[in-house]
């Protein structure tokens, strides 16, 4: 199997998906080169394309862009080349050349990818079992219930599980003492706080490049709606585990190994 075959059997998968209109793409390298090793990671960044070309590995699995460019990155490279960001764009490229890597990027599969994708391994990894109780209009955003519990300790329990991931400490707008039952959370930065009130959500998990603070957060407090801020990555690190056992349940001879993004933020503060 090559690249491209691979690519197009992921999102033959993902009726949500529409194939010629989608950021699921080969975004550099040869989508004929024969792939049997793949890294997945949530952005294919210098150390991950370092680790990928010294593990022998034939491409890398991304969800997010590779070119600081959601949609169309290729054709779209002119916004950056020239520019003040062609530097790091052909760091990134020359080392992918060298290597001989290609990059797959498996988003908009993934985003709605039933039971294993982002949203589904988000809500696993922070202990919320079973299916959604509601589901938002385009299937982002999903609603759980959950035992009554305060704001502010429902909080700190979701910052025990991110500091996993490097993120161990989370942002809480609204009042701590606040009892919720139901809960909000959306996938990467589809967390739309209208679609949790419309779900009956008293808080909402939203992520920080997702959700604007004098528009999102201000409107949310106006309405008494709860949000805990979590940084994109942290959010959809999980995915990329189970992004890499799918891929290895497969039976299509790929063998996938995650490797882990993080966060790659230090925390800094003084005491209160």
């Excluded at 938002?136 to 025990?160: F, K, N």
Aim: proline fraction near 5%; include cysteine.
């Amino acid at each position: 199997m090559n690249c491209q075959q691979l690519l197009d059997k992921i999102v033959s998968q993902a009726d949500w998906v529409n194939p010629s209109d989608t950021v699921d793409r080969i975004l550099f390298g040869r989508g004929d080169k024969p792939v049997r090793r793949i890294l997945v990671t949530w952005q294919a960044d210098l150390s991950t394309i370092d680790q990928a070309a010294s593990g022998g590995y034939d491409a890398i699995m991304v969800h997010e862009p590779l070119f600081y460019i959601h949609a169309r990155e290729q054709e779209n490279l002119g916004r950056w080349i020239p520019g003040v960001r062609e530097q790091a764009l052909r760091q990134r490229m020359e080392r992918l050349a060298q290597a001989d890597l290609t990059v797959i990027r498996n988003h908009d599969t993934w985003d709605r990818m039933p039971e294993v994708g982002i949203p589904f391994a988000w809500a696993r990894f922070l202990g919320l079992s079973g299916r959604p109780d509601a589901t938002g209009h385009q299937g982002y955003e999903h609603a759980y219930d959950v035992e009554p519990v305060a704001a502010g300790t429902l909080a700190d329990r979701i910052a025990q599980r991110t500091r996993l991931l490097g993120e161990p400490f989370v942002q809480l707008l609204g009042d701590p003492d606040r009892r919720i039952t139901r809960l909000g959370l959306g996938t990467g930065c589809a967390c739309s706080v209208d679609v949790y009130r419309s779900m009956g959500c008293q808080a909402g998990i939203v992520v920080d490049d997702g959700q604007l603070y004098w528009q999102d957060f201000c409107y949310a407090k106006d309405e008494g709606i709860t949000l805990i801020r979590v940084l994109h990555a942290t959010s959809e690190e999980p995915g990329m585990v189970t992004m890499a056992e799918w891929l290895n349940r497969q039976g299509w001879g790929i063998e996938a190994d995650y490797a882990p993004f993080n966060t790659q933020m230090r925390w800094v503060g003084a005491p209160l």
